[in-house]
């Protein structure tokens, strides 16, 4: 979850929606159809590495660092082989049910990160120009390529 001056908290969306919000939500948290009406704008956020979200997203889950840097060692990998095997199989179903949806923008976690077809893509749909330089370093989960 990410929010801006909003005090939503994965139990449900505050009615008046605010004026300016950004959620990140699954879709097994929130129907699209029952949450998108509070946005003008809406973004579909996948990761091409579904591997490494899976890895992600069961650390997160059982480390509980959410939010926060980390690094996820080869021995975590190897014990937990069968839970990011099940996540992998669970974002192949998200994924496909996110690419059905046709009254948003798509774009991937690596275009933003890996390249520069991103940022363009992000600054069209939401008609501005950013005034910063995303910084790879940032990122949550430490990585070792980037082209930023």
């Known amino acids: 979850m990410i929010h801006y ?9 505050v009615n008046p ?24 704008k809406r973004i579909v ?4 590495n579904i591997r490494e979200q899976a890895e992600s997203r069961v650390y997160a889950d059982l480390v509980e660092k959410k939010f926060e840097p980390y690094t996820i ?7 937990n082989e069968e839970s990011i095997l099940k996540m ?3 974002i192949r179903i998200e994924n496909e049910l996110l690419k059905k949806l046709d009254d948003c923008l798509h774009i991937t ?14 600054e069209d749909y939401l008609e501005t120009k950013f005034n910063f330089v995303l910084n790879n370093s940032k990122k949550y989960r430490n990585s070792k390529k980037t082209l930023i």
Do not use: W
């Open 109 to 122: 976690y690596d275009e933003i990160y890996n390249s520069s077809v991103g940022i363009q893509k992000l």
């Open 45 to 48: 956020l996948i990761r091409e």
């Open 88 to 90: 992998m199989e669970k």
């Open 73 to 79: 060692d080869n021995q975590f990998l190897k014990e």
């Open 17 to 40: 929606a605010p004026e300016s919000i950004i959620i990140k939500l699954t879709p097994t948290e929130f129907k699209y159809e029952d949450a998108k009406n509070y946005f003008h």
């Open 5 to 13: 001056q909003c005090d939503y908290q994965r139990k449900g969306l």
